[in-house]
């Protein structure tokens, strides 16, 4: 946009405007002042000067009467009055000249004039006025002479003795005879006016003038201060407007509803976007009412929850997690805050109502809850689940003083399904599987503790017993096949089984000794049920305890390396077979047939069968022969890891001829990794 200069804008504007209105006024005042004072200087000249000649003249007529009066005195050669008067007029005009303030004439009766006639007709016809007016006065006018401007003062003279009388009809006697008191003629007294009015002119012009440009200076003063406060007026507007437009624009965009109501009448005053959207309504159907017109009534009412409570108390009322049924969302949980607002007096003038739809996050914090309590490929109770459970049902059994049982149950071989078929069709096959032991289940509490483990906690009632029979059931449901990508597929389970509180008083105990009587299962065979017996806890510690200190035994530099050789029939040794031993300070030396399981099971085997290969390759490298070195693997490392990396890795290190390494799969379960064994050979080969 483009900014207008200070001036342009002023000129706009209405102050503006108002100024030039103002001008225009001023103009028109200056003038008529101007042209007043013209005038009343003008009136006042006639007046004045009008009032000075008649009463010069008025002086020189009682001068000559007195004059007549004494005549005599002055002997009979004494000028008569008319002559001495008009020799007196004579020898003034001569002495001023023409450029006098004003010219003096004594002037006869058009005529019947003795020596001067009228100087004009104008003249002539104001003497002849004065005769035939009876008792004439003085008259005073300003009059256009030849072109000039003069005030003209005629003053009758008349006949006031028989001796004038007698004396001008001497003079004249074959014209018309004087009697007494009759007009003879008149003094007239001509003042050139142009010089006044040039002076009064420019006189009037500089009031008018000064007039105006003082009246113009004092509208501009108050037109600029009158156009400073409009524009800050417009400023303050424009800032406010701006204020305006960006609070609308808050509460329109907030993301949470805001209606107001006029606490007087109950008529909707504002609804934003938001509440629009949440309550499914428009604000046009509600802004100035009371209640909608439309069927949404119900759902408008609900913009203001505990209204009464909030106008009644004047304090902020929260309703907490509130349900609204909307006609097109559904239904949706709100957190509603209600607010009264009161005005300058005290009075509740308008009430607030804020709410937000808290609905998506109560979802999302029961799904955070959800996964944080179940298990997201079964959607079964994951561990922390069944242990609060499992704490829960303690306490009531403990209370109630009843009995129950922990089962835990393991898929057995699962490991060589996921390496078989894949870790997809594993999740299928723990999918089926749940769902299987769901069903089963009824009113028995399921979880998913990892992997394929699960737990079941019984009914209360008569235990064993009823243990036993649960654990069948669940033998004989998954003894079907399952179908799993068109292929069926026959798995079995394995169970251990403690009772409360027989077999343990705490969750932790009761959970420890199941899946003690789960290994149990496993180590008799495997797709059996064991209950759990107190040799059994003695075992895992024992085996937990290996566990604990194998996994320092290669840094305390505590395993060795035995070489049985390998003989052919004619008794030629062609190498030796390295066979791993484990010399423990405390337990002295332990069998591999005791810790090479443990190390399978906690996966300690991979760094084991690393240490092994390692060192046999060394030691064989020293070897003055090239004999053979046989080197025993576990299963699990086809299974996991980089084998074909490790050997070729360990060749390169130890510079062992390839052709001298053999690597041999112990005799444990050889068929359960003949798929993954061949395929990490073909790599080495």
């Given at each position: 946009?483009?900014?207008?200069?200070?001036?342009?804008r002023?000129?706009?504007?209405?102050?503006?405007?108002?100024?030039?209105?103002?001008?225009?006024?001023?103009?028109?005042?200056?003038v008529?002042?101007?042209?007043?004072?013209?005038h009343f200087?003008?009136?006042?000249?006639?007046?004045?000067?009008?009032?000075e000649?008649?009463?010069?003249?008025?002086?020189?007529?009682?001068?000559?009467?007195?004059y007549?009066?004494?005549?005599?005195?002055?002997g009979?050669g004494?000028p008569?009055?008319?002559?001495?008067?008009?020799?007196?007029?004579?020898?003034?005009?001569k002495?001023?000249?023409?450029?006098?303030?004003?010219?003096?004439?004594?002037?006869?009766?058009?005529?019947?004039?003795i020596?001067?006639?009228?100087?004009?007709?104008?003249m002539?016809?104001?003497?002849?006025?004065?005769?035939?007016?009876?008792?004439?006065?003085?008259?005073?006018?300003?009059?256009?002479?030849?072109?000039?401007?003069v005030f003209?003062?005629?003053?009758?003279?008349?006949?006031?003795?028989?001796?004038?009388?007698?004396?001008?009809?001497?003079?004249?006697?074959?014209?018309?005879?004087w009697?007494?008191?009759?007009?003879?003629?008149?003094?007239?007294i001509?003042?050139p006016?142009?010089?006044?009015?040039r002076t009064?002119?420019?006189?009037?012009?500089?009031?008018?003038?000064?007039?105006?440009l003082?009246?113009?200076?004092?509208?501009?003063?108050?037109?600029?201060?009158?156009?400073?406060?409009?524009?800050?007026?417009?400023?303050?507007?424009?800032?406010?407007?701006?204020?305006?437009?960006?609070?609308?624009?808050i509460?329109?965009?907030m993301?949470?509803?805001?209606?107001v109501?006029?606490?007087?009448?109950?008529?909707?005053?504002?609804?934003?976007?938001?509440?629009?959207?949440?309550f499914?309504?428009?604000r046009?159907?509600?802004i100035?009412k009371?209640?909608?017109?439309?069927?949404?009534?119900?759902?408008?009412?609900?913009l203001?929850?505990?209204?009464?409570e909030?106008?009644r108390?004047?304090?902020?009322?929260t309703?907490?997690?509130?349900?609204?049924?909307?006609?097109?969302?559904?239904?949706?949980?709100l957190?509603?805050?209600?607010l009264s607002?009161?005005?300058?007096?005290?009075?509740?003038?308008?009430?607030?109502?804020?709410?937000?739809?808290?609905?998506?996050?109560?979802?999302?914090?029961?799904?955070?809850?959800h996964m944080?309590?179940?298990d997201a490929?079964?959607?079964?109770?994951?561990?922390?689940?069944?242990?609060?459970?499992?704490?829960?049902?303690?306490?009531?059994?403990?209370?109630?003083?009843?009995?129950?049982?922990?089962?835990?149950?393991?898929?057995?071989?699962?490991?060589?399904?996921?390496?078989?078929?894949?870790?997809?069709?594993?999740?299928?096959?723990?999918?089926?599987?749940?769902?299987?032991?769901?069903?089963l289940?009824g009113?028995?509490?399921?979880?998913?503790?990892?992997?394929?483990?699960?737990?079941?906690?019984?009914?209360?009632g008569?235990?064993?017993?009823?243990?036993?029979?649960f654990?069948?059931?669940?033998?004989?449901?998954?003894?079907?096949?399952?179908e799993?990508?068109?292929?069926?597929?026959?798995?079995?389970?394995?169970?251990?089984?403690?009772?409360?509180?027989?077999?343990?008083?705490?969750?932790?105990?009761?959970?420890?000794?199941?899946?003690a009587?789960?290994?149990?299962?496993?180590?008799?065979?495997?797709?059996?049920?064991?209950?759990?017996?107190?040799?059994?806890?003695?075992?895992?510690?024992?085996?937990r305890?290996?566990?604990?200190?194998?996994?320092?035994?290669?840094?305390?530099?505590?395993?060795?390396?035995?070489?049985?050789?390998?003989?052919?029939?004619?008794?030629?040794?062609?190498?030796?077979?390295?066979?791993?031993?484990?010399?423990?300070?405390r337990?002295?030396?332990?069998?591999?047939?005791?810790?090479?399981?443990?190390?399978?099971?906690?996966?300690?085997?991979?760094?084991?069968?690393?240490?092994?290969?390692?060192?046999?390759?060394?030691?064989?490298?020293?070897?003055?022969?090239?004999?053979?070195?046989?080197?025993?693997?576990?299963?699990?490392?086809?299974?996991?890891g980089?084998?074909?990396?490790?050997?070729?890795?360990?060749?390169?290190?130890t510079?062992?001829?390839?052709?001298?390494?053999?690597?041999?799969?112990?005799?444990?379960?050889?068929?359960?990794?003949?798929?993954?064994?061949?395929r990490?050979?073909?790599?080495?080969?």
């Amino acid at each position: 946009m483009i900014e207008l200069s200070p001036v342009w804008r002023f000129t706009r504007s209405g102050s503006g405007r108002g100024f030039l209105l103002h001008l225009s006024l001023c103009a028109a005042l200056s003038v008529a002042v101007g042209y007043g004072f013209y005038h009343f200087s003008l009136n006042w000249f006639k007046e004045h000067k009008s009032s000075e000649k008649i009463i010069a003249l008025q002086l020189v007529d009682a001068f000559v009467t007195n004059y007549s009066a004494i005549r005599a005195q002055f002997g009979s050669g004494a000028p008569v009055p008319a002559s001495f008067r008009a020799h007196a007029i004579e020898a003034f005009n001569k002495q001023n000249g023409d450029n006098s303030e004003f010219r003096l004439s004594s002037v006869g009766r058009p005529g019947r004039e003795i020596v001067t006639p009228p100087t004009d007709a104008q003249m002539a016809r104001t003497i002849e006025a004065f005769a035939a007016t009876p008792n004439p006065k003085p008259v005073s006018a300003l009059l256009d002479i030849n072109g000039e401007w003069v005030f003209r003062t005629v003053y009758p003279t008349l006949a006031r003795e028989q001796s004038c009388v007698s004396c001008h009809n001497a003079l004249q006697p074959e014209k018309a005879q004087w009697h007494l008191n009759d007009v003879i003629g008149a003094f007239a007294i001509d003042v050139p006016v142009s010089p006044f009015l040039r002076t009064v002119t420019w006189q009037s012009t500089g009031i008018a003038l000064g007039l105006f440009l003082a009246l113009a200076l004092a509208g501009l003063t108050i037109s600029l201060m009158h156009f400073r406060q409009l524009e800050a007026l417009d400023a303050s507007a424009a800032k406010l407007g701006r204020t305006q437009n960006f609070l609308d624009n808050i509460i329109e965009n907030m993301p949470v509803s805001v209606a107001v109501k006029d606490a007087r009448d109950r008529c909707y005053v504002l609804i934003n976007r938001t509440a629009e959207a949440i309550f499914g309504i428009a604000r046009g159907d509600l802004i100035g009412k009371r209640t909608p017109d439309r069927s949404d009534g119900e759902t408008a009412t609900e913009l203001f929850p505990l209204a009464g409570e909030a106008l009644r108390t004047g304090e902020l009322q929260t309703v907490d997690e509130h349900v609204v049924h909307t006609h097109h969302n559904g239904t949706r949980i709100l957190t509603t805050r209600n607010l009264s607002i009161p005005d300058e007096t005290g009075e509740q003038r308008y009430l607030l109502s804020l709410s937000e739809d808290i609905t998506e996050r109560k979802q999302a914090e029961a799904r955070i809850e959800h996964m944080a309590h179940y298990d997201a490929l079964t959607d079964l109770p994951n561990r922390t689940a069944f242990v609060e459970h499992l704490t829960r049902t303690i306490d009531a059994a403990k209370v109630n003083e009843e009995t129950f049982a922990v089962l835990s149950i393991d898929l057995d071989s699962f490991k060589e399904v996921n390496d078989m078929f894949g870790h997809a069709v594993g999740d299928d096959v723990l999918r089926q599987l749940s769902q299987q032991l769901r069903e089963l289940a009824g009113d028995a509490y399921l979880a998913r503790l990892g992997g394929d483990e699960f737990t079941l906690i019984t009914p209360n009632g008569d235990h064993p017993a009823l243990a036993e029979i649960f654990a069948r059931r669940l033998h004989g449901a998954v003894e079907t096949d399952l179908e799993i990508n068109s292929q069926n597929l026959r798995v079995a389970i394995s169970i251990g089984i403690a009772v409360f509180p027989v077999d343990g008083a705490d969750a932790t105990t009761l959970l420890n000794n199941a899946e003690a009587a789960l290994y149990r299962a496993k180590a008799d065979g495997r797709s059996r049920t064991r209950f759990f017996e107190t040799e059994m806890d003695n075992r895992v510690r024992e085996r937990r305890a290996i566990q604990h200190e194998l996994s320092s035994a290669i840094a305390r530099d505590e395993l060795r390396l035995h070489y049985q050789p390998l003989v052919k029939i004619d008794g030629e040794v062609i190498g030796f077979e390295a066979l791993v031993r484990w010399h423990n300070p405390r337990r002295g030396m332990v069998s591999p047939a005791t810790f090479i399981p443990v190390a399978e099971e906690s996966g300690l085997i991979m760094e084991v069968g690393e240490w092994v290969l390692r060192e046999a390759c060394r030691e064989a490298a020293s070897w003055s022969h090239p004999l053979q070195i046989a080197v025993n693997l576990s299963p699990i490392q086809f299974r996991h890891g980089d084998l074909p990396g490790l050997v070729h890795s360990v060749l390169l290190e130890t510079g062992l001829t390839p052709t001298r390494l053999e690597l041999e799969v112990t005799e444990v379960c050889w068929w359960r990794t003949s798929l993954a064994a061949s395929r990490s050979c073909a790599a080495l080969s």
